[in-house]
């Protein structure tokens, strides 16, 4: 029984393993187009340069080209207290409700017009005005309504400290990705949002090396802890000819809004460099994506060819759409269909080796030596021999 189970594990795992060779399970992650190597080797530079590191200083950046949507960051699961930061989250939920038709910029909520609410918390970043946004959703002042902000991230629950919940603490890692689904949004999605965002400090943050060059949606926090640590972050939307988010949080750091201008700055002319080589990579990617989805089929030789040919009847012409109507696969979708095949191949690997550890280990009872088994009285034996003495003694009788 054992011979067969472990003939049936083996053989599932041939399977499995044949399965998981398939063209689609082998096919790369989607490149990025962002130069990552290049990227850690400037910031690791330029933070030892500016001395941003040590005594209690922190530095994060989050970058992303939204052209492809590539992210890269810096110490980008740093946690920090969000200071001002939440407002724009917060305002994106009550722009939602506007874009549903639930208000308005007239809308008064506390004694206050949402307009009034949005712009001052945006543009002026009035911390009573933060404040009656959170009343109105029925959230405090202290964790800020950042669970009902994680929608607006990739990021799982889990991916959060719990400071993050009760006290509003920020990495750059999310305050970038809510950029990008901002910027994604847009007026539909988020009216008004982007549009404060704009006349946020004209001749502050990222505007002092950006002004004049490209317009700039900018929110900026500030905050000093009681523990006598001290907040500054920025996080932007820069409207290079393709735009980025850009977002820097800082603690401890002295002297941080030139050193926020200044990654602003080269990741925006990095942007352009960008912007030369997407055609390349877009034309790449396609490649690439029509190789997956199309298989090569083996060629045939010319006397085939030709005797096919002449073996196949005429058929009327079809009308087929043309290829830009024939929907994309799915990446996405295809990794979720491999998944099943993944785990069945490592369950199989487990169980099979499992099973041959248990069997290479496997110490079996020895046999008993002959010498054993002559010295232990034979009960089979010894019955024998009385059955027959019994039966001579009733012949006697």
């Known amino acids: 029984m054992k011979t067969k189970v472990f003939s ?28 990552e190597d290049r990227l850690d080797a400037w910031i690791k530079e330029y933070v030892a340069a500016r001395d941003l590191s040590g005594g209690g200083q922190v530095f994060s950046v989050g970058f992303c080209y939204t052209a492809t949507g590539d992210f890269w960051y810096y110490n980008g699961d740093a946690f920090m207290y969000s200071a001002s930061v939440y407002k724009v989250p917060v305002s994106m939920l009550l722009a939602e409700k506007e874009a549903a038709g639930e208000l308005n910029q007239n809308s008064v909520l506390g004694g206050k017009t949402l307009h ?57 890692r999310f305050i970038t990705q809510v950029m990008k689904t901002l910027y994604d949004g847009g007026e539909e999605r988020f009216p008004h949002i982007i549009e404060y965002l704009l006349q946020a400090q004209p001749n502050e943050y990222m505007n002092l090396k950006l002004k004049g060059k490209y317009q700039v949606a900018q929110k900026y926090g500030a905050f000093e802890e009681r523990n006598g640590n001290y907040n500054n972050h920025i996080t ?33 002319n990095y942007a352009l460099e960008l912007d030369e080589k997407y055609p390349e990579w877009e034309a790449r990617q396609a490649a690439a994506q029509a190789a997956e989805q199309q298989p090569e089929e083996p060629a045939l030789s ?96």
């Not at 945006?122 to 405090?140: E, I, Q, T």
């Not at 010894?382 to 019994?390: C, F, Q």
């Open 302 to 397: 010319p006397e085939l060819s030709e005797a096919n040919a002449a073996e196949t009847p005429e058929e009327p012409e079809v009308q087929t759409a043309p290829p830009s109507a024939v929907p994309a696969a799915d990446p996405e979708l295809d990794r979720g269909r491999l998944l099943p095949v993944f785990l069945l191949m490592w369950a199989a690997i487990a169980a099979f080796g499992g099973l041959t550890i248990h069997h290479a280990l496997k110490v079996r009872r020895p046999r008993a030596r002959v010498s054993d088994r002559q010295d232990k009285p034979d009960v089979f034996r010894d019955l024998k021999l009385r059955r027959s003495k019994s039966t001579a003694s009733r012949g006697r009788h």
């Open 236 to 268: 932007a939307i820069i409207y290079t000819p393709t735009p980025i988010i850009v977002t820097v949080m800082t603690k401890n750091v002295g002297n941080f809004q030139p050193r926020m201008a200044e990654v602003g700055e080269y990741l925006a």
């Open 8 to 35: 049936l594990l083996s053989l599932l795992l041939c399977l499995v393993l044949l399965l998981s060779l398939t063209p689609a399970a082998l096919a790369e992650e989607s490149e990025s187009i962002i130069d």
């Open 116 to 172: 009034d609410l949005e712009y001052n918390a945006l543009v002026k970043s009035d911390n009573p005005s933060g404040h009656g946004m959170l009343a109105y959703l029925g959230r405090d002042d202290g964790g800020k309504a950042s669970e009902l902000c994680i929608q607006y991230s990739s990021l799982s629950r889990e991916y959060f400290h719990q400071d993050f919940f009760d006290y509003s603490y920020y990495s750059a």
